[in-house]
């Protein structure tokens, strides 16, 4: 009897993940005609799991993420397409129809799939997490990815992207509570900071102050995470933190050096951070309170006076 030919090999990195993995390979029971799961040494029901959906499973050394794995799992598929996922990751039935599609469509090599978080169980729309665009589909050694922690992976041919619609994006439940969060960012903020430690970064005073207000700024006021309500506060001060994590990491990985805090570097630092989000604040301010005409030229003059005198 011949054997069935393989268009389409999902491919997942697991660890302890008994209670997402479920749902992910139901989504994609009768979509791919291969599953790969990369086990990295769960001690949970993950392999049972897999195995109960007649995955091939195969065992990785254990890491504290995923990417060193990825390439090892794409070296196991035989697909002529793969689709990669984390196992908190699953397809609506539109997107695989969809991407079904594209499997005949020889001017494709890799699709840019848009990806919904669910955080804290809500959908954020804004926040910097959506449309969260993921190249997840693609011809077999078109995409190859990189070992450092959230790198793009490296592409060849031509690329394809989908709608940043409901139907055809990828469900993320991503942070379910705080302590998912802080759980994650402590173990994302060590290696991180361990690779600028390798590449003999050299801390700056800005690094503590600055950076977290930055990221504060990008994520609530640039891309809009007020309009995610008390999600969007809250996890934008959880962004913030976690980078400021990092670079409290690489201070106690350079031997916590008892350094003197140099008064003038500090005192710029923070007026730097006040004059940046004095100014994204007097945007939103004048976004959200356009019709109050007193209002918006108080929170003008104030920036002013911030903008004037943030170098004295």
């Known amino acids: 009897m011949p054997t069935k030919k393989i268009l389409i090999s999902a491919v997942i990195n697991v660890r302890n993940e008994a209670d997402n993995l479920k749902k992910c390979l139901r989504s994609i029971k009768n979509f791919a005609d ?9 001690t949970d029901d993950s392999v049972k799991i897999a195995e109960s959906y007649k995955a091939k499973v195969f065992s990785y050394k254990q890491m504290s993420y995923v990417e060193p794995a990825r390439n090892f799992g794409l070296s196991k598929a035989l697909g002529k397409w793969i689709l990669l ?3 908190d990751e699953y397809l609506s039935k539109e997107l695989k129809a969809e991407l079904k599609k594209i499997t005949a469509r020889e ?7 848009a990806r919904k978080n669910i955080i804290f169980g809500k959908w954020i729309r804004h926040s910097n997490f959506w449309p969260d665009y993921l190249i997840r589909f693609f011809r077999k050694n078109s995409v190859t990815w990189k070992k450092e922690i959230h790198s793009q992976p490296e592409t060849t041919g031509n690329s394809l992207t989908l ?3 409901d139907q055809l994006s990828i469900r993320h439940n991503n942070y379910q509570s705080i302590t998912d969060f802080v759980i994650r960012a402590l173990r994302y903020s060590n290696i991180q900071a361990q690779e600028l430690f390798d590449s003999d970064y050299k801390l700056r005073t800005s690094d503590f102050i600055l950076k977290p ?10 891309s809009e995470g007020y309009k995610d309500g008390w999600h969007g506060l809250i996890l934008c001060l959880l962004q913030s933190f976690a980078i400021f994590l990092i670079y409290a990491r690489l201070w106690e990985k350079q031997s916590s050096q008892d350094k003197a805090l140099s008064k003038d570097s500090f005192v ?4 730097e951070s006040i004059f940046e989000f004095s100014f994204w604040f007097s945007k939103y301010f ?27």
Do not use: C, G, W
């Open 286 to 312: 004048t976004k959200e309170y356009s019709s109050n005409l007193l209002k918006n030229f108080l929170i003008k003059t104030r920036h002013f006076l911030s903008r004037i005198t943030k170098n004295f």
């Open 268 to 271: 710029s630092a923070v007026q």
């Open 163 to 165: 709608p940043d619609t």
């Open 107 to 113: 001017s494709v090599d890799f699709v840019k799939i």
């Open 213 to 222: 207000i930055q990221e504060f700024n990008s994520r609530f006021f640039v």
């Open 34 to 42: 291969e599953i790969i799961v990369v086990d990295m040494h769960s």
């Open 85 to 87: 996922l984390d196992p």
